[in-house]
């Protein structure tokens, strides 16, 4: 097909979202080398991630970008290359996150640096969705989802909690610090674990590098902040099953989750390959079918749109710091993270992606559960 004959079909396809080639907005795309237009069409959000990577387009406002392109149903009815559709027929038939595979798939993104997490996130170190209700930073927002999760919990003192990916051991750390219970937290990074436990010496924290599959003891409480994207949907019944082989029969499942608007079996190519391997953003459907018979759902709490604000303050955070990483990580890789931080935040703005928190029960609260916000 002629290269004008390729141009001219992206150029009419952005143009329906408002998205102009070589326009005057912020979030029009300036292209610089023309071979962007086949790779586009022949390989669709993969094809699109790469070539920013590689420096054949810009935009002032990759997160508007997104929101748009997202809003206007581009991403959903691109064209797809035969190496997405061969990993959306694999993932359909091979469980992408055994034991093993899964501590692999996860240290490729959270092992390839304390340092860059330590520069990009708040003070405590927490990789997950800020509850901006009242906060004026990222660090009171992170705060006060953490202390939001506490009050879920009803957290007591002396009580035990399991942290099921507990990360750099922020909620451990914190559910320690101020309401006084002991925590056991399980990670399969290396690398987070052992800053874990460096971050919560002195406290009735116990830091496993563990398998969340392998955990055998009752706890009074459970949480899961984060963790539920990387167990694949072949996992989610195991998932949920275990939590509830882990939890008292009075004690409550605290399950935050990024979710999405509709069920998929295989995870976004782009973020697949570069940033979050064989991770998959679950639907209601999907986690609500594995909970069957297994918990009941006292609380569902949406605030997806402060993903949206929180992946942009990282993005603030990562620019402002990039002097101090560049010596270490280079300039495709600083292309692939602010792709990364500024699409995701432009899919949670077009409300494609949402922010869910489950209160979970094994058998239903006497009286019901009173909704905390």
């Known amino acids: 097909m002629a ?17 102009h080639v070589n326009g005057p907005n912020p979030w029009d795309i300036q292209v610089h080398d023309n071979c962007f237009y086949k790779r586009v069409l022949s390989q669709g959000s993969l094809g699109l991630g790469e070539s920013y990577m590689d420096g ?65 996130l708040d003070k405590r170190l927490v990789y997950s969705c800020a509850y901006w209700k009242d906060a004026g930073n990222l660090d009171q927002a992170q705060e006060h989802k953490l202390d939001l999760v506490c009050r879920k919990l009803r957290l007591q003192p002396g009580q ?41 010496k002195g406290l009735p924290i116990v830091i496993r ?15 899961s902040i984060g963790m539920a994207e990387h167990v694949g949907y072949r996992n ?48 209601l459907r999907q986690l609500t079918t594995a909970m069957e018979h297994v918990f009941v759902v006292e609380d569902l709490h949406n605030f997806g749109p402060d993903y949206d ?14 002097p ?14 602010n792709y990364y931080l500024l699409s995701s935040a432009g899919s949670f703005r077009s409300r494609n992606n949402q922010l869910w928190q489950f209160v979970l029960s094994k058998k239903g609260i006497p009286g019901g559960y009173e909704a905390v916000r």
């Open 3 to 19: 290269e004008n004959s390729l141009e001219q079909q992206v150029t009419d396809m952005l143009a329906t979202a408002g998205i």
């Open 56 to 120: 054949w387009w810009d935009c002032h406002r990759i997160d508007e970008f997104a929101n748009k392109a997202i809003r206007a149903d581009l991403y959903r009815n691109a064209r797809f290359g035969w190496r997405t559709v061969l990993e959306v027929l694999l993932a359909k038939v091979i469980n992408l996150q055994p034991k093993g595979k899964a501590a692999r798939n996860a240290q490729r993104h959270y092992d390839i640096g304390n340092g860059l997490y330590q520069r990009m």
């Open 160 to 200: 035990r909690v399991l942290d099921i990916g507990c990360g750099w051991g922020s909620f451990a750390r914190y559910a320690a610090e101020r309401y006084g219970v002991e925590v056991v937290g399980i990670t399969v990074s290396k690398e987070q674990a052992a800053l874990a436990r460096e971050l919560c």
């Open 209 to 223: 590098l563990q398998d969340y599959r392998d955990v055998r003891e009752q706890f009074d409480h459970v949480v």
């Open 236 to 283: 989610h019944r195991t998932y949920m099953q275990t939590a509830a082989r882990c939890l008292k029969d009075d004690g409550l499942f605290l399950l935050h989750t990024i979710g999405v608007n509709f069920s998929k079996t295989s995870p976004d190519p782009f973020i697949d390959k570069y940033i979050f391997p064989n991770c998959l953003i679950p639907s």
């Open 309 to 322: 604000r929180t992946l942009m303050a990282w993005h603030q955070n990562f620019n402002r710091h990039w």
């Open 324 to 337: 101090e990483l560049q010596g270490e990580y280079g300039e495709r890789f600083n292309r692939m993270w």
